[in-house]
Structure formats: structure tokens, C-alpha cells
């Protein structure tokens, strides 16, 4: 999909043994990895725009895999287990795998219905951040060695439903529930900045992410998930949206 020159999506690939597919991270340009259900695929869409290349890296003992983020120059990715609590690393040449953090902010309940815990997850430079919808709750701390050392948690108003993104500190963040966009600064202070409860034009937002070109970089573009089963003012929609929202920077 090209922002710039509105067209139809072209559908890239199916995954016959999934029931859903959950987080997506660019492990270099045109190469992806992406969760579904409970396993973890590479898609490389270079030079395959009709039947991309997609290889089934891993199946980690998980619980519910959810968010992802690559690290190590795309050599490895970590991902976020909603039901277990934790952060599992998986090596993208090897398919090795292991826990490598859990904490009390991960932890999963049944606030939502389903039983959840950590969801959204995003890496920058050496800041690591992650959302917990159901205690409502971001997180960030900085990798030092080990053991890794919280900086920051942020209580939210809003249920977020765990997709981000961060430009200079400041993360944005999608809610899946309430139908809008939290903005949260480095100093713990946070404002919706687009979207609410009454709002059909973000119902359901699942992802955000910054444009990449000179004409976008401040254009925050955020996907709905379409049919739901938490429609606002009894609105059904079906099939998801693409948003675009100028932000000041």
C-alpha cells in the first residue's frame, strides 16, 4: 500500500494454519516477520509481488504471542506473550528462542474478559517499551546489561490496546477499546490526541506508524480492525481502514 497514490490494497499472502495474524516488524527493507497465532514467519515481498517468499521460522511454547519488535539489525526480534506475561527473543537465523524478561507489569488478567497481560511492545536505540491494556498501564526502561532497569510507568486513562509508536521520546498509542490516540511524553504526562469513545472514525485502532518520507514523516498513520464486537453507538463496520493524522512534532 502507497499513501501518496490512494489505490486498492494488493493481498500479499494467506496463512492457511493460523486463525489470526498479530504483530508485523521490517527486519530489513521488504523482509518482514510476522506473528501468526502462535508462530512466527519471515516474508521477504522483494521481487515476489504475486506469491511473496514466507518461511516459518518458530513455534515458541507460548501462550498468546501478540507484538514484536526486531533488534540486533534485524538478526533477532523480540516478542511480547500476552497470556504468560512475558518477553520471549527469538533468533531469526537459528530459530532459537528463549524468555528473556517478565515482570509484575506484564503479568495477565481477566479484566478484559479474555485472560491478557503485555501486548504492545516497540524498541528504540536502547529503550525497550511495552503496553498492558488490561491494568491500563506503559511502561519503558533502558537495557543496561543486565539486570534491564524500569525508568518510567505511566498509568493511562484510556484502555490502550497495546499498539505504538515512538518519534523523539514521545510515544503514540493506538486503543483498540475507547477508539482513539494517546499521546505520552517522556515526563509521564499523556493527552488523546485524536479519536474517542463516541468516535467511529478510529474504531478499533490497532496499529500506528510515522510515514518515512519528507512529505509524511509527520503523518501518523493508524489501521482499525474493522468488524467488532465493541461497536460505538451500535455502528458495525466491516473491513479495516487505514487512517492518516497530521501531528506537530
Known amino acids: 500500500m502507497q499513501p501518496s497514490v490512494p489505490a486498492q490494497p494488493i493481498w500479499d499472502r494467506h496463512f492457511d494454519d493460523a486463525e489470526d495474524t498479530d504483530g ?15 508462530a512466527v514467519y519471515t516474508i521477504d515481498l522483494k521481487g515476489h509481488e504475486t506469491t511473496p517468499e514466507l518461511i516459518l521460522i518458530a513455534k515458541p511454547p507460548a ?57 504492545g511492545w516497540e524498541i528504540i536505540d536502547d529503550y525497550w517499551y511495552y503496553t498492558n491494556s488490561p491494568k491500563r498501564i506503559f511502561v519503558g526502561f533502558e537495557l543496561i546489561y543486565t539486570p534491564v532497569v524500569l525508568w518510567g510507568l505511566v498509568k493511562l486513562s484510556a484502555m490502550i490496546h497495546g499498539a505504538m509508536t515512538c518519534l523523539h521520546g514521545v510515544a503514540f498509542l493506538a486503543d483498540l477499546v475507547d477508539s482513539m490516540v494517546t499521546r505520552v511524553f517522556p515526563n509521564g504526562s499523556h493527552e488523546i490526541i485524536a479519536g474517542s469513545t463516541n468516535s467511529a472514525d478510529l474504531m478499533t485502532a490497532t496499529l500506528a506508524a510515522f510515514g518515512r518520507t519528507k512529505k509524511d514523516r509527520n503523518v501518523l ?12 453507538n451500535n455502528t458495525s463496520t466491516r473491513g479495516g481502514k487505514v487512517m492518516a493524522l497530521s501531528v506537530e512534532l
Open 221 to 232: 498513520y493508524i489501521t482499525t480492525g474493522g468488524e467488532t464486537r465493541l461497536p460505538v
Open 63 to 119: 501462550g498468546d504471542l501478540n507484538d514484536i519488535a526486531a533488534l540486533d539489525d534485524g538478526n533477532a526480534v523480540v516478542i511480547t506473550d500476552s497470556q504468560l506475561g512475558l518477553l520471549w527473543r527469538l533468533d531469526i537465523r537459528t530459530g532459537n528462542y528463549s524468555v528473556i524478561h517478565h515482570d509484575e507489569t506484564m503479568a495477565a488478567n481477566h479484566d478484559m474478559g479474555l485472560l491478557l497481560g503485555v501486548n
Open 24 to 38: 508485523i516488524t521490517e527486519l530489513s527493507l521488504d523482509i518482514y516477520t510476522v506473528v501468526a497465532t502462535n
